[in-house]
């Protein structure tokens, strides 16, 4: 009973994240994210591992972001 909830919340989360960005403004507030977040650029950083992880663990949160959007029901 429990996973059940569990599937029904998350399937309720995609729908908001579809719902927030999919939209004029949630289109804008996603392309700014994207340049500022490194959606194309590397993240590796010579020499200091931790600030290439800090960078990296910006990346992943707007491709979190890109699979709630892209997921289907």
């Known amino acids: 009973m429990a996973q059940n909830n ?6 309720q ?3 908001d994240y579809k719902i927030i960005f999919g939209g ?6 996603f392309n700014d994210l994207k340049l500022r977040f490194h959606e194309f650029s ?4 010579k020499g200091d ?3 290439s992880a800090f960078l ?4 992943s949160v707007l491709n979190f972001i890109k ?3 892209n997921s289907k029901p």
């Open 67 to 69: 699979a709630m959007i």
């Open 24 to 29: 004029d403004e949630g289109q804008r507030i």
């Open 42 to 45: 590397t993240t590796h950083q």
């Open 13 to 15: 989360l995609k729908k």
């Open 56 to 59: 990296e663990g910006q990346r």
């Open 49 to 51: 591992a931790y600030e």
């Open 6 to 11: 569990l599937n029904k919340e998350f399937e």
